[in-house]
């Protein structure tokens, strides 16, 4: 999978919309017995929060998709060194908050242009 975050949210977005029951909250990843895993690449897993779902597309290097995640909820952060919190995850777990939620998330982040996602928003 591609490590740009446009392609990545798209098709989180594109699972979600399609297999609502693939998200979770709470935890990166939990087989069908509601196990909670913490490696999201597990063969077993059937769920996701978001940060799982992004860390199984991408094992190595997310750090610019967890950025415009960030950027996307309304964050201002100016680079991936100063990134040290990754509030999508937070948001994510928030009691209350939908697969619809996520899913419009995922499509903002899939539809900023370019120059937004990679320069902090003033």
């Known amino acids: 999978m591609s490590n740009d975050p446009k392609t990545v949210a798209a098709d989180i977005a594109r699972e979600f919309r399609e297999h609502p029951a693939h998200w979770t909250q709470d ?3 939990k087989d069908a017995d509601g196990e909670d895993w913490m ?18 597309r991408v094992i190595h290097g997310a750090g610019p998709i967890y950025l415009a ?9 100016a680079s991936e060194a100063e990134h040290e919190t990754l509030h999508f995850v937070e948001w994510n777990d928030k009691p209350g908050r939908t697969v619809a939620e996520v899913i419009e ?4 982040v ?7 996602q990679t320069h902090a928003q003033t």
Do not use: S
Not at 69 to 77: E, K, N, S
Not at 105 to 108: A, F, I, P, T
Not at 110 to 116: F, G, I, W
């Open 27 to 29: 935890y990166i990843c």
């Open 39 to 56: 490696d999201p690449t597990n063969p077993d897993a059937v769920c996701w929060c978001l940060r799982g779902a992004i860390d199984k």
């Open 69 to 77: 995640f960030d950027r996307a909820l309304g964050h201002q952060i």
């Open 105 to 108: 998330l995922c499509e903002r």
């Open 110 to 116: 899939a539809n900023t242009p370019a120059l937004e």
